[in-house]
């Protein structure tokens, strides 16, 4: 089983470095991050979106707020996918984070994605 946690916190990281780190060059004002969300029509809300994926990702990586995190992540991306697909831009941007975070999610607690054992009753 400590092979399983060590890859589970792994994932989390990485899912949680990737869009804190995003959300961290919309808050400074990256220049390529600001040219593409001018690009895709959304550069006027760029610091909001900076403090979504930050609060957002908090709220995945504490235990008793993941699953409000996870879906708050899942809808946040999935409204990235499809402005990337609107836009012919790259999924990839929008897709590694989420996939990230759904593996991430399914290791930490996998009854958000399948049903939990029946009780026995004795």
């Known amino acids: 089983m400590k092979i399983r946690k060590i890859i589970t916190l792994v994932v989390t990281a990485l899912a949680s470095l990737m869009v804190i780190s995003s959300g961290i060059m919309k808050l400074t004002g990256s220049q390529y991050v600001v040219d593409v969300m001018n690009k895709v029509g959304v550069g006027q809300y760029i610091t909001l979106l900076g ?59 996998s009854s958000v994605f399948l049903p939990s054992p029946e009780p026995s009753h004795s």
């Open 51 to 109: 403090i979504m994926e930050i609060a957002f990702t908090a709220l995945f990586i504490y235990p008793k707020t993941m699953k409000i995190g996870f879906i708050l992540l899942t809808c946040y991306f999935a409204g990235a996918i499809a402005t990337e697909l609107s836009h012919n831009g790259p999924l990839v941007n929008a897709m590694m984070p989420l996939v990230l975070v759904w593996i991430a999610t399914f290791l930490r607690d």
